[in-house]
């Protein structure tokens, strides 16, 4: 069977990995919207009504207008954007967030792509909350790392211009990154985290730690237990891997690679640190598992085609 795709917003980071995935497979016929007719609604909604899928790979007011020309379409819509992340109405597209969410991505004709930090940090916490380790109310801190293909189009000219070699830069120093909203939502915390991103002077690739004190446990763990925490929330998922613990495994003289699962589907969760302090590490691609290979992956959910058709 062949479906149709058409991504709106094409020309974006987003899209552009999107069509490169779609472009392995030979069970999808892409729609292409002419670039001079981009931005004109008629011609928007009526790719829209033809497709299986849309992908919206657009700035929020923009995906809230897409979403809106879809409204009679038998169309599945995947967003990539904010707009709809905590909407109860949209199911959230990491399907590894627990055992009914398949389900609900499968169902769903609306579906939110989760945002790259939060996916990475839900897949870190979640089974820590889940299991009850963790009480809901726990002020975590966290930060990530990230490369800077993920400020869009006027960070990547930036960062490839004449200034190069930039030195780290944290960002999002509010404390109100637009990926609170989520992080919450689906870890099932109460309080929002103290959570500082950074971006570094590398094309993609990004790391989130989370930072463990004992002492917030409902119970004594060390990070062995964390670890098979973890690998058996975990166990049976082919994009979530889980390492033992081993540092001069899981590092590189002590040093950890953030660019690790570059050009991969994959996230990585690594555990660190001793019987008073623990911190965890979720990795992945920042344009794949945090971005458009997680929008693919939900499309072939939704679809219920192989999960990892056009991903390896």
Known sequence: MSYKIFVDGQEGTTGLQIHEYLARRTDVEVLRIDSARRKDP??????????????????????????????????????????HRVNPAWAYGLPELDKGQRQ????SKRIANPGCHAT????????????????????LAASSITGYSGGGKKMIEDYNGPKRGWSP??????????????????TGLTVSP????????????????????????????????????LADYYAGEQFVRVAPIDLE??????????????????AD????????????????????????GAAVQAMNVHLGVEESLGLI
């Open 42 to 83: 008629a011609e928007r909604k009526r790719l829209i009504s033809e497709s299986d899928v849309t992908f919206l790979c657009l700035p929020d007011e923009a995906a809230r207008e897409s979403a809106a020309l879809a409204e009679n379409s038998d169309a599945c819509i995947i967003d990539t954007s904010t707009a």
């Open 104 to 107: 609900k991505i499968r169902a």
């Open 120 to 139: 990475a940090f839900i897949l870190a916490v979640k089974p820590l909350i889940a299991s009850g380790l963790l009480p809901a109310d726990t002020r």
């Open 169 to 186: 830069r944290p960002y999002g120093l509010p404390l109100a990154h637009k990926h609170l909203p989520e992080m919450c939502a689906y």
């Open 194 to 229: 103290i959570f500082q991103p950074i971006v570094g002077s590398f094309y993609k690739g990004l790391t989130v730690t989370v930072y463990l004190d004992p002492k917030q446990f409902t119970r004594a763990a060390a990070p062995g237990d964390i670890q098979n925490l």
């Open 249 to 266: 495994r899981n590092t590189q003289g002590g040093f950890f690679d953030v660019e690790g699962c570059n050009d991969t589907n994959y």
């Open 269 to 292: 969760l690594f555990v660190f640190g001793n019987n008073d302090r623990i911190v965890l590490m979720s990795r992945l691609d920042n344009l794949g598992k945090g971005a458009s």
